[in-house]
Every structure is written in structure tokens, then in C-alpha cells.
């Protein structure tokens, strides 16, 4: 399964637009995109998922180039509630079977 | 629709007893996975099931935990005897399955050994 790379951690202020970028170099044909968001005391909560170009749904927008080595998570307008940890998985679906790896994801922190 | 369902939101039990976490996926979710979280690490795959059968069990970290599910409905994880470095986050996550789907977590297990 690729690996993924994105920051630690970022900071933004309330109705701003944050965009997080993650990498992952070894992606595979069959490979999808996929981004979770989890608050403290929660599970992961999926967010979007794509395979190339750009998905868009009321939550936020994933952009993926056309060589999907990276994908970029943006969130428009952000609020206070939006702090979390987001973390950007690659998902392979084979049948039905799968797994998520999960790295150590990027803490968003919103000010006010 | 119901989420996934965690039982006991928390549990707090001595070096060497017994303790069994219950997930109840999803109503229609073939697929159930187990993830754990200790201190201070990243979420980590334990097993996943497919109905009732054991898909993959390759993170599961000792014969110390077992798996179950019965008739392909509620899963539990039992860890016996349990050991200090047992404490964490324990996730249970369902999906439909396929490309589309994403997976629904439930809120875990914050299992401390004492």
C-alpha cells in the first residue's frame, strides 16, 4: 500500500480557505485517494474520496493531478468546529477488500 | 440509519484480567474492520472481517486477542490476559464494501491496564 506524506500540523482562522496537501509517490493503478477527519473522542469520519481530477461534495473538494502522485484536501470557509486531525489515506479496492493505513495525519487548528 | 456502536465507551481493568469489546456495525455491512490506537502512535489495523469469516488478521499483535463474528452481525474483541501495553483507542469501522463506499467508524473503546 503507498505511503503517504502530508504535514503535521496546520493553523487558519475562521472563513478562511485551507488547502492540505499530501504526496504519495507510489500510488497504483488501482489505487484510490481517500481523506478521513477525526475530533477528539471520535473515529475517523470520511470525508471525500477520489480516484483523478477533482471531486466535490458539501464538505470540501479533493484535487488530484493527472499523475495522482499527490492529492490536495480543500475546505472552504472554515470554522472552529473544523479543527481536527485529517488524515489522507491511498485505498486499495479489490473485491471488496480493503484496509486503511492510516499515517499520523495533519492537526488543524482554527482560530478565531 | 444507526452509526456503528461501541461498548464500553471506556474500560479500566487490572494487568492479567479479561476484558471483550462488542462493536455492532452498520445493519447490511458485510465488511467489519478493528483498528486500535495506543499513546502517542498512529491508528493501527487489527483484522477485518467479511460477513462472518476472517478476511485478514495480519495486524492482530498476539494470541492474546481474539476476534469474533457471530453469524456476521456484532463483532467482539476479546484481549486476555491483558497487558499494560494494551492500553488505547480501540475503532470498529464498517462498509458496504467496493470502490465507492467509504468506511463508518464508531466513537472506540478507551481500554486503560492497570
Known amino acids: 500500500l503507498a505511503k503517504t506524506t502530508q504535514p503535521i500540523s496546520m493553523d487558519s482562522y475562521e472563513g478562511q480557505e485551507v488547502n492540505i496537501t499530501c504526496s504519495h509517490n507510489?500510488?497504483?493503478?488501482?489505487?484510490?485517494i481517500t481523506w478521513y477527519q477525526q475530533f477528539p473522542s471520535q473515529g475517523p469520519r470520511f470525508i471525500i474520496q477520489?480516484?483523478?481530477t477533482k471531486v466535490t461534495n458539501e464538505v470540501a473538494s479533493l484535487f488530484i493531478p493527472a499523475d495522482r502522485k499527490s492529492s490536495t484536501l480543500s475546505l472552504p470557509r472554515v470554522s472552529l468546529s473544523d479543527t481536527a486531525v485529517y488524515y489522507c489515506?491511498?485505498?486499495?479496492?479489490?473485491?471488496?477488500?480493503?484496509?486503511?493505513?492510516f499515517g499520523a495525519g495533519t492537526r488543524l487548528a482554527v482560530h478565531p | 440509519e444507526a452509526g456503528v456502536t461501541q461498548f464500553p465507551s471506556h474500560s479500566v481493568i487490572e494487568k492479567g484480567q479479561t476484558v471483550t469489546l462488542r462493536c455492532d456495525p452498520i445493519s447490511g455491512h458485510d465488511n467489519l474492520y478493528w483498528y486500535r490506537r495506543v499513546m502517542g502512535k498512529e491508528i493501527k489495523f487489527l483484522l477485518h472481517f467479511v460477513k462472518e469469516s476472517k478476511q485478514d488478521e495480519s495486524g492482530m499483535p498476539n494470541n492474546r486477542f481474539l476476534a469474533e463474528r457471530t453469524g456476521g452481525t456484532y463483532s467482539t474483541l476479546k484481549v486476555q490476559p491483558a497487558e499494560l501495553e494494551d492500553s488505547g483507542v480501540y475503532f470498529c469501522?464498517?462498509?458496504?464494501?467496493?470502490?465507492?463506499?467509504?468506511?463508518?467508524f464508531g466513537s472506540g473503546t478507551r481500554l486503560t491496564v492497570v
Open positions: 469501522a464498517s462498509s458496504q464494501g467496493g470502490a465507492s463506499y467509504g468506511y463508518t
Open positions: 489515506l491511498v485505498v486499495l479496492f479489490s473485491g471488496g477488500y480493503n484496509k486503511l493505513i
Open positions: 507510489n500510488i497504483a493503478t488501482n489505487d484510490y
Open positions: 477520489g480516484y483523478k
